[in-house]
């Protein structure tokens, strides 16, 4: 979401802060966001870049999949159209259409309470998703704070603005955990409230935010 997947530069929300920051302040706006990096990820780009660009403050933008362990992408247990994940795979890199036809059955069969998905296993703590988070927000504050810096200021960012959904709820885990970790995080609920409803996908084939 920090790197911008499928929308110009020009409209990352990284050069949309900037351009609001620079009609009050003399600022620049370095975006370090990585496709699919995670907590852990995270928390080695800062400890690599922050010498090298010696910023006044570190923004980090959570996403659900943060929870995951490094390198663990999105998933639902073993739902979808019943062929093997060689083939599924092969047709998800091909068909536009296919990839809409199988994500279109796994979200029906978790909201038919047939499946469950990341979200699921995020809110349950599976595997300590929750503790290795918080744990990952310890460090990425400390090693911040440590160079001199303020607090890290925290973003949850969402796909779509349903407030109580569970993207939601996944947020609002991750602010408590933020919070209790010395992050100053703004208040999601500004989002949720302010743009229930609405959906910010690219396409219906591009499910990263416009």
Same mark, same amino acid.
């Given at each position: 979401l920090t790197y911008g997947w499928g929308i110009e530069k020009n409209w990352r929300y990284t050069e949309q802060l900037e351009r609001a920051l620079k009609e009050e302040y003399n600022v620049e706006v370095i975006n370090i966001g990585v496709n699919g990096d995670q907590s852990e990820d995270i928390l080695n780009k800062i400890q690599r870049f922050l010498p090298e660009l010696n910023p006044d403050l570190i923004v980090y933008a959570f996403c659900a999949n943060d929870f995951l362990p490094s390198g663990m992408g999105q998933y639902s247990r073993k739902l979808g159209l019943p062929i093997s994940e060689k083939s599924k795979n092969y047709l998800n890199k091909k068909l536009r259409s296919f990839q809409v036809l199988d994500g279109g059955l796994k979200k029906f069969l978790i909201k038919s309470g047939f499946?469950? /998905?990341?979200?699921? /296993?995020?809110?349950?703590n599976v595997s300590q998703y929750q503790s290795r988070f918080k744990s990952d927000m310890v460090k990425i504050n400390k090693v911040t704070t440590d160079n001199g810096l303020p607090p890290v200021i925290g973003l949850i960012t969402d796909v779509g603005a349903f407030y109580g959904s569970r993207g939601h709820r996944v947020g609002l885990i991750a602010k408590k955990l933020m919070e209790e970790a010395g992050i100053d995080v703004i208040e999601p609920d500004l989002f949720y409230k302010d743009y229930n409803g609405k959906y910010f996908s690219i396409s219906k084939f591009e499910g990263h935010p416009d």
């Open positions: 499946g469950v /998905d990341f979200y699921d /296993d995020i809110l349950q």
